[in-house]
């Protein structure tokens, strides 16, 4: 049975630009072809099942050849896969998406293009320079800044310069010198504002505005490198007013984010709204105890219980996995009260309709302990093997019977140590939303110089095992994903 081949186009660089049919294609893949300049948090976004083949193509070099990568595609298509060919920008502009296509029309392959947001439109913006301007330009013009190894550029400049409109040079930082003079030549104006952006839409993203005559002294001076993109035109004089994106407060600001990887989107996409560069490194995940024979033994006597308590928000899930299991719904539970450490696990109590009796004013497990150090037990203790001894302790002192019922383990991981270790090179800010997430990051990085880090902490207890590995650290005002993003702006 012959497979299938999408074209996805993955946007610039920015993961928020991946549009939604494109990650729906992504998410369903048997096998993603990619090349160099789709961003690592696009690609995390591939499923683990999936086969990865990087063919990534750079100025001047190319890891595999067109015509090989044309017949890769082919090849895992008659093998009966849903390839998905991941390709920068948008895969018919510049993007030689319609020569991998005839391969496959010509072998009857089925195929799918999802258009990609273009750098000729998101790159300007993300710089604050208006493509058109009602009182500047009318029109718009995307140039192809590369030639052909060892030919000549073949740019009508004198056309171009007709136009009066605003003209974006894709490919183009080798030939920067050769366009500015062409149109120069051509009788452009030497004050023409012209602008060059590299890595656009990234937190690395670099602006350069200068004018036509100077821009290739400017950005040689710069050293602007590939990828970039040069714009010439009255509005890059707008650049300036319009920048919102290098006003941005974590622009320049590098973030690991060490939550598991099923719970870290909401942070990750916030920090990179605000201009963070992130690396996601979930150093821990969550793995549901089976067998858990001290859950099983609980819910057999469920009855026997005041309190079931919770302690984050994968609890309520997994506790209910095992009561659905051993043959019980929801009504095993009247009579009980339920407690969670915070918001967002009362919010997963929610979802299995259930309110949550008891939420402490600060969301962590010393003042949770702290409110119910007077409740009529027996209390139940839904959470992980290896958490916080203060509800235990508290409840022992307070003569509260108890049972510690682990219905998850906490698994270290190493997910990326090289990466790791080269941002550690320089200040960065490490994101711990628990004490294990601090040991994980610790783990996974054995003899590590944490100087240059700085711990931005989900609550004390978590602030104290950072500072047991000598890490500096900022604590949260409150436990809460929204107020952990405040800290990390504030540091």
Not at 27 to 52: C, G
Not at 262 to 277: F, V
Not at 292 to 316: K, N, Q, R
Request: a neutral charge; aromatic letters at 6%; hydrophobic letters at 45%.
């Amino acid at each position: 049975m012959t497979g299938s081949v999408i074209l996805v186009g993955a946007g610039p660089g920015d993961p928020g630009l991946l549009t939604e049919k494109g990650r729906s294609a992504l998410q369903n893949a048997e096998v993603v072809v990619f090349d160099r300049l789709v961003s690592p948090a696009i690609l995390s976004l591939i499923p683990a099942t999936a086969e990865r083949i990087d063919v990534g193509k750079q100025a001047s070099h190319h890891l595999v050849p067109q015509e090989q990568i044309n017949r890769i595609l082919l090849r895992k298509a008659l093998e009966g896969k849903r390839v998905v060919r991941l390709k920068g920008g948008d895969p018919f502009l510049f993007g030689r998406g319609g020569e991998e296509l005839e391969l496959l029309q010509e072998n009857g392959v089925p195929f799918e293009v999802v258009p990609g947001v273009t750098s000729a439109l998101s790159v300007p913006a993300y710089a604050g320079i208006p493509v058109t301007h009602r009182d500047l330009c009318s029109s718009l013009h995307i140039i192809t800044g590369h030639a052909k190894a060892g030919a000549q550029l073949k740019i009508d400049f004198d056309a171009l310069r007709r136009t009066g409109g605003t003209l974006v040079f894709l490919m183009g930082v080798s030939t920067l010198p050769e366009i500015c003079i062409g149109l120069l030549r051509a009788g452009m104006q030497k004050d023409m504002p012209a602008a060059v952006v590299e890595s656009g839409t990234l937190p690395s993203q670099r602006k350069l505005v200068s004018t036509l005559a100077e821009l290739p002294q400017a950005a040689a001076d710069a050293k602007i490198k590939s990828p970039a993109i040069i714009i010439v035109g009255k509005v890059c004089a707008l650049s300036d007013r319009f920048d919102w994106f290098e006003n941005l407060p974590l622009k320049g600001r590098r973030v690991i984010v060490t939550r598991p990887a099923d719970r870290n989107g909401t942070l990750c996409c916030s920090l990179r709204a605000l201009g963070a560069d992130v690396l996601e490194y979930p150093c821990i995940r969550t793995a549901p105890r089976d067998p858990a024979p001290e859950l099983d033994a609980a819910i057999e006597t469920l009855s026997a219980y005041h309190w079931l308590v919770f302690t984050s928000p994968a609890g309520p899930a997994l506790f209910f996995r095992r009561l659905r299991a051993s043959g019980k719904d929801a009504r095993a539970l009247a009579g009980l009260k339920l407690a969670a450490i915070g918001p967002k696990t009362a919010e997963a109590l929610a979802t299995f309709g259930l309110t949550a009796d008891l939420v402490p004013a600060v969301y962590d497990s010393e003042h949770l302990a702290e409110a119910m150090a007077q409740v009529e037990g027996p209390v139940l203790l839904c959470r992980a093997s290896s958490g916080s001894d203060v509800l235990p302790q508290i409840f022992t002192k307070n003569g509260v019977p108890f049972t510690d019922a682990p219905c998850y383990d906490t698994v270290y991981e190493s997910p990326d140590p090289e990466t790791a270790h080269v941002w550690l090179q320089t200040p960065v800010l490490v994101s711990f939303t628990s004490a294990s997430t601090v040991r994980g990051f610790v783990n996974s990085l054995p003899g590590a110089d944490l100087s240059n880090v700085t711990g931005c902490c989900i609550g004390r207890q978590t602030a104290l095992e950072a500072e047991k590995h000598g890490i500096r650290v900022a604590v949260s005002k409150q436990a809460t994903i929204e107020s952990l993003i405040e800290c990390i702006k504030e540091v």
